[in-house]
């Protein structure tokens, strides 16, 4: 029977009926619209601010004074007689990575999302090393440096990569007379006069010298990853209190060689990229809580390896700031959409009304053979329905074309109402 009702009622006076489903689509496709522009706002937000910060306070950082993938510590002298000179052992630098990686994929979401492919470096302090007449440098410095990722982050434009080389580890640190082995950017080497095939003096007593076997350039100079390696695009320039000129440059040798090149103590960094593009609005405070449990506490990479990951960066102070500011933002807005939300209602209701005005003489008929009042509303809330869902819909469909994106929760309740 409320079938039939129903189905008569919406072939009769369908006029008022399109004017109520015209006006559901509209404020349907208007509400999601709009809390898809919304979300979009902040999402950029997130962005821009995070794009302000330098990698160095952005990715997840930590460092440690010994060298990955080594059994036992490193970066010590020998407490027996030096030994016979030999090729030392090649770290496990894969393992290692691959933990960096695993641990990265244990995290839930969105953390696991915005952490980026881990890489690490070892350097040394810096060295003095060989003045080159007419290089204009009158103190040049070398850091030996390895990193896994090098050959992903360069590419050779002169030469050959390094090998390693043997050597003896003494009291004084390294001793030999077999060059070892580096490559440096070309800018690098112009600016300490170096050149392909050269060998250069380092100081410390019986320090086998350095040969340069490779010249490269970066793979893209402006990756992040520059911004943890410090020297290695370009020489540092500077200046002493007397007046002389000093320039720092990197040297990459092979991984085997860089733990007895480090006798004064190695400076091993770690990092993840982070970058937030593709996070929503509503994950920012949970990226917040878990940038925070990721970076306080000390993290195993590898079982009974001497490094360990103590990640400390700034990106949750900055995501903290940001939602802090959000409700400044939703005050305004609030107090921007009242006016338009308010006249939108005024526009649903009266558009209910006509479709019951029209719908009044064929009630009181129903009324007057014994239809009860719950049994009249049931009927006009099953014509309301009716017309309204399926023009929620259109509308829901509408407003993902003006802004497309996912359908969240917001955008179902907006219909809902309407």
């Not at 209602?345 to 005005?357: D, K, N, S, Y």
């Amino acid at each position: 029977m409320l079938r039939l009702l129903l189905r008569r009622h919406l072939r009769t006076a369908w006029g008022s009926a399109v004017v109520l489903a015209v006006v559901t689509v509209l404020a349907a496709g208007a509400a999601t619209a709009a809390a898809r522009a919304v979300a979009e706002m902040r999402a950029h937000q997130v962005v821009y601010a995070t794009e302000q910060l330098s990698p160095l306070r952005r990715d997840v950082v930590s460092r440690s004074g010994s060298v990955p993938g080594m059994p036992g510590p490193t970066g010590a002298l020998p407490v027996e007689p030096p030994a016979a000179e030999r090729i030392p052992s090649e770290p496990d630098w894969i393992e290692f990575l691959d933990g960096m990686v695993s641990l990265r994929d244990e995290q839930p979401r969105p953390l696991r999302d915005v952490l980026g492919e881990p890489s690490f470096a070892v350097s040394t302090k810096e060295m003095l090393t060989e003045q080159v007449p007419g290089s204009g440098i009158e103190i040049p410095q070398a850091v030996f440096r390895a990193s896994p990722r090098l050959q992903e982050d360069m590419r050779l434009v002169e030469g050959e990569w390094p090998e390693p080389t043997p050597v003896t580890l003494g009291y004084n640190g390294p001793e030999g007379d077999v060059p070892v082995q580096g490559v440096l950017t070309r800018e690098a080497a112009d600016t300490l006069g170096w050149k392909v095939g050269g060998t250069y003096a380092l100081e410390g007593w019986k320090f086998p010298p350095l040969q340069v076997v490779g010249i490269t350039e970066p793979v893209d100079d402006g990756a992040d990853a520059w911004y943890h390696q410090p020297f290695g695009r370009r020489a540092q320039l500077g200046m002493t209190p007397n007046g002389s000129t000093t320039a720092v440059a990197a040297v990459y040798v092979d991984p085997a060689m860089i733990s007895g090149l480090a006798f004064r103590g190695p400076q091993t960094v770690l990092w993840y990229p982070v970058s937030v593009e593709g996070i929503e609005s509503g994950e920012v405070q949970a990226l917040a809580d878990q940038l925070r449990g990721f970076t306080h506490e000390t993290l195993t990479i590898v079982p009974n390896d001497a490094v360990e990951l103590q990640g400390r960066t700034t990106l949750s102070e900055v995501l903290d700031q940001l939602l802090r500011d959000r409700v400044a933002t939703d005050a305004v807005l609030a107090v921007l959409v009242v006016g338009p939300l308010g006249a939108l209602g005024a526009v649903m209701v009266l558009a209910a009304r006509l479709v019951v005005e029209r719908r009044r003489r064929a009630l009181a008929v129903l009324l007057a053979r014994g239809a009860t009042g719950g049994w009249l509303r049931l009927l006009t809330a099953a014509e309301g329905f009716a017309v309204s869902l399926p023009a929620a819909v259109l509308g829901v469909l509408l407003g993902l074309l003006v802004r497309p994106g996912a359908v969240t929760g917001v955008q179902v309740l907006c219909a809902a109402a309407a």
